[in-house]
RNA sequence: GGGCGAAUAGCUCAGCCGGUUCAGAGCGCCUGCCUUACACGCAGGAUGUCGGGGGUUCGAAUCCCUCUUCGCCCACCA
């Protein structure tokens, strides 16, 4: 590898063979070995998936955190898988089927579930690819499908053992009905969405003749289907009408007016129409007075032959309106209010739920919600941020059945098998497909349904590693340890994982859910296709490189906060990735292009290790400022501070190493003094660390450095190599002050260059003065990197009594004077120091206020106190030198 | 309707348990530089009554209350 590196840094030619190497080596797979384990279970996108920054979000997470433990030693295993994604493939496949004009009907259950396969196989998972553009280190020798045959043996063995235990029960109850996708939802896939409606008032006349009464409704199209009015026992305004009937108009029909506890006598007229079989709480108010129920919808949600003939057919919502329309040609309807109000839409296609009365498979929740919030009590299971357990725990409390079966095609079929003998009667639950009745011997049927894609995401933490066989994988890798999604998906997934966890393996799959945020645009819209603001990751991996990608990821997003992009600018969103990844790559051509070769060790005791004494001011400086980064870094990873993580090595690598220790060993490097072997050591020692640290987040730029730093084996990847420890050496305060001064010196004389327009290329004299000890020292050990860095012609320390030039105060009350002789603007220069002074003066005044006052200095700590007066002694000791600086150049008045 | 969170430079965000990081970063902006690692760069600079109002405190961007505005979760007022 010993190739000339290019000026500027090219991720399209350089990440995709790298990962390969990744993958020819087998980096990234588990290997049971090593006493520490790391495991995440990737939340597996839908097999149909195109990745979106969501995923891409999502799993530069996960890598970070798993490249991380990596290097730490663990043994780590991030386990890749796909979704079979039950409504969303099947959508995807019948979409297809449509454009040749057929439906699934067409082509009969088993031809479809065979084209859908069909798909799925040709297809294949693109997104797993995807995934690897973006540098996802999953162990991909372990990829599953929830459809695969072992997982697909785990969801049967949990559907019996949950049936022969009691959970798992068939019931006829109003469910969640989505009547585009003719299938039942759980409440969780019903989002509940905030729309303008109405409140019509319906007048219903008494039967008697005596007059009528109002209800109130948000859908009158439902009047169809009522078979009582019920109001509240204690509504005074209604007693009198208790138990008598009214004429339902347009049906013929009469109907009781009854009393319930349920209804709320404030709202609307404090009469309720009652449609037990589409209304939850009517449903539930049937159940309790016996009321039949009348189901007017086709599954598609059209009005079916119960209703009246005038409507049969129409869809609901043409149905709505020729109620209406009816109501009021017959001058019952009484008013029309403007209300709003949360209606559920399905959570795949934003139909609107139509609540249906149908048989359907529910598991009983609270028994296995109960251990669960236990666990999350006992603070076994942690969230972050921390502010989301609570959502759980609301969850898990008000848990309530999860209606699990699905009249859809594609997916786990339920093993539920039937006599078809109408006198045999038996039911039950099988792990093997039944040919023929164990009771009677007659021919069996199994139930049409299929389950919830959910029901096999539950099981995945252990099902993916073998379960229900005692896997080697699954003693060795349940439970894991992170899990990162999110929050959409807490109560759809994260809630049932540690369910099912505890229920079949008796231990919670994971101890950390760490929720990261949405991607959303500049107006904080999520992204989405239909939005058209989305941002195409794969188009930011070639044209900024998925290091670019994942630096703009981490560091856009603190815990707990969303990340936003702007579609309509990557530029602003992911060229500070880029430019960080060129800065890194440049960094890493000129160390390499100087070290030329083997350098001495810096630490241990092998032969020409660098000695301290040979480590200059600017040595012990970079060595202690890396030490502080690798501590730093390492906090922030561990405490998913991922941001932190990333500004701390920026600025470690672009301030401290580039800007400053690069350009002051240059000298040293190019022989112009002594001591290169040692520059080189220590840079060498500081940028490998760096790019170590690193790694987690931007793996393609570091990795291609890290392999040509000098003594690397052949094989040896950055993605194994140890975490940097914090260095013994380090900490050096007195290096880090003293540089400090350095900087701040060299800074200085840069300023009043600019400030006076010297030209770039013309060196200048500075005289320093009034020095401290420490910057004394300071300033002896770096003369040539100031003489270099500020350009000066000559840097003089002592005394600059008689000369007129600009000046600048440093933090320590050293004054640096650059002569000028005639370009001095004499009354720029005294307002530039009288500004300066006024400003000291203006601290300095509060400084003593705050310790003239007896109340802080009795009440505030020693130290604090200790500290001001320090920092007021330090102030006056500037404002004097530059008083006397005022007064030499004759400013003063 | 219940619960929770956020409001800091033009933009995106740091600022953890109250006292110096005299309020920071990146991007953007202004000035000068193609200085032999990097113009995806270097150097220098400007920019904020820390959403409004009250309070606690010796001291508040940081704690409490309140208002305003946004966001999230939950919810069978039809």
Known sequence: ??????????????????????????????????????????????????????????????????????????????????????????????????????????????????????YVDRTGATILDQLKAIGSSCDWSRTYFTLDEDLSRAVREVFVRLYEKGLIYRGHYLINWCP??????????????????????????????????????????????????????????????????????????????????????????????????????????????????????????????????????????????????????????????????????????????????SDQWFVRMEPLARPALAAYRKGKLRFIPERRGDEYAQWMENIRDWCISRQLWWGHRIPVFY???????????????????????????????????????????????????????????????????????????????????????????????????????????????????????????????????????????????????DPADLESSFAAGRNFANKLWNAGRFILGNLGGPVRPLAGDRPGVVRKDELSLADRWIIARCDATVIAATEAYERYRFNDAASALYHFIWSDLADWYIEQIKPRLYGDVEGGDVARAVVASTFDVALRLLHPIMPFVTESLWQRLPARPPDASISRAPWPRPDRRAPDPLALREFGLVQELVSGIRSIRADYGVQPGQPIRAVVSGMSRVASRAFKAEHVTITRLAKLSS??????????????????????????????????????????????????????GKLANQQFVSRAPAAVVERERQKLSDWREQADVLRAKLGRLGCLK
């Open 795 to 848: 840097l003089e320390l002592g005394d600059t009594s008689g000369e007129t030039g600009a000046t600048a105060v440093l933090s320590d009350g050293s004054s640096a004077l650059v002569p000028l002789g005639d370009a001095i603007d004499l009354e720029r220069e005294c307002e530039r120091l009288q500004g300066e002074h006024d400003r000291l003066e203006e601290l300095i005044e509060n400084q003593n």
């Open 180 to 357: 585009r996708c003719l299938t039942a939802l759980s409440n969780e896939e019903a989002e509940k969405e905030e729309v303008d409606g109405h409140l019509w008032h319906l007048r219903y006349p008494l039967a008697d003749g005596s007059g009528h009464i109002t209800v109130a409704t948000t859908r009158p199209e439902t009047m169809l289907g009522d078979t009582a009015i019920a109001v509240h026992p204690h509504d005074e305004r209604y007693t009198a009408l208790l138990g008598k009937l009214v004429d339902l108009p347009l049906t013929g029909r009469q109907i009781p007016i009854i009393a319930d506890g349920g209804i709320d006598p404030a709202f609307g007229s404090g009469a309720v129409k009652v449609t037990p079989a589409h209304d939850p709480l009517d449903f539930d108010i049937g159940k309790r007075h016996s009321l039949p129920s009348i189901d007017i919808f086709t599954p598609e949600a059209r009005v079916s032959d119960a209703a009246p003939d005038a409507f049969r057919g129409l869809d609901r919502f043409d149905a709505r309106k020729r109620v209406v329309q009816a109501f009021k040609d017959l001058g019952l309807l009484e008013k029309v209010e403007n209300h709003r109000h949360a209606v559920g839409h399905c959570y795949r296609c934003e139909t609107i739920i139509e609540p249906r009365l």
């Open 1 to 118: 590898m010993s190739t000339p590196l290019a000026p500027q840094y090219d991720p399209a030619n350089i990440e995709a063979p790298l990962y390969h190497w990744w993958m020819e080596h087998r980096l990234f797979e588990a290997s049971g070995a090593g006493s520490e384990r790391f495991v995440i279970m990737m939340p597996p996108p839908n097999v149909t998936a195109n990745l979106h920054m969501g995923h891409g979000l999502n799993n530069t997470i996960q890598d970070v955190l798993v490249r991380f433990e990596r290097m730490r030693g663990k043994d780590t295993l991030w386990l890749p898988g796909t979704d079979h994604a039950g409504i969303a493939t099947q959508n995807v496949v019948e979409k297809l089927l449509a454009r040749e004009g057929k439906t699934r009907f067409d082509l009969g259950r088993e031809a479809f579930v065979e084209r859908v396969w069909e």
């Open 419 to 565: 006599c078809e003998a109408s006198s045999c009667g038996f039911v039950a639950a099988s792990r093997t497909d039944l040919a023929q009745c164990p009771a009677c011997g007659g021919t069996v049927r199994q139930d049409e349904d299929v389950l919830d894609t959910w029901f096999s995401s539950w099981l995945v933490p252990f099902s993916s590693l073998g379960w229900p066989e005692e896997t080697a994988d699954l003693r060795a890798y349940y439970p894991g340890n992170t899990l990162v999604t999110a929050p959409e998906i807490l109560f759809f997934w994260v809630a049932r994982m540690v369910m099912a966890g505890l229920e079949f393996m008796g231990e919670i799959p994971f101890d950390t859910v760490y929720l990261h945020g949405t991607v959303r645009d500049t107006q904080h819209r999520k992204m989405s296709k239909s939005l058209g603001n989305g941002i195409d990751p794969l188009e930011v991996v070639e044209r900024y490189g998925a290091d670019a990608l994942r630096y703009t990821v981490v560091s856009g997003m603190a815990v707990g906060t969303d990340l936003i992009l």
